[in-house]
Nanobody, 117 residues
Framework: QIQLVESGGGLVQAGGSLRLSCAAS????????MGWYRQAPGKERELVAR???????DYADSVKGRFTISRDKSLRTVYLQMNSLNPEDTAVYYC???????????WGQGIQVTVSS
């Protein structure tokens, strides 16, 4: 059974940084893309950043220039470096992965990121 496990969230002051990690298991899992979504209270879940096996990257406009997504070679671990955090970044962040053969979406359990002003 495929699992995505997030780590690295927490509480940080505005202007600070956090680095999120997401590790997929088992090692036989193969994904075509991995990424991060977030959901703030009362809001819909939104894409933050994603990266494909070919290295194509998408960012939400709200995080461009502040967040950086990266991955390991196997595309089973993905990272999100978050700099210049502001209170609007407060949300539960979810790791997401897309598998092919057959197509399937996987989600992590979510990790809280809180930015204080």
């Amino acid at each position: 059974q495929i699992q995505l496990v997030e780590s690295g969230g927490g509480l940080v002051q505005a202007g600070g940084s956090l680095r999120l990690s997401c590790a997929a298991s088992p090692n036989s899992a193969t994904f075509v893309s991995m990424g991060w979504y977030r959901q703030a209270p009362g809001k819909e879940r939104e894409l933050v950043a994603r990266i494909t096996g070919g290295g194509i990257i998408d960012y939400a406009d709200s995080v461009k220039g502040r967040f950086t997504i990266s991955r390991d070679k196997s595309l089973r671990t993905v990272y999100l470096q978050m700099n210049s955090l502001n209170p609007e970044d407060t949300a539960v962040y979810y790791c997401h992965a897309v598998r092919v053969g057959p197509h399937a979406n996987y989600w992590g359990q979510g990790i809280q990121v809180t930015v204080s002003s």
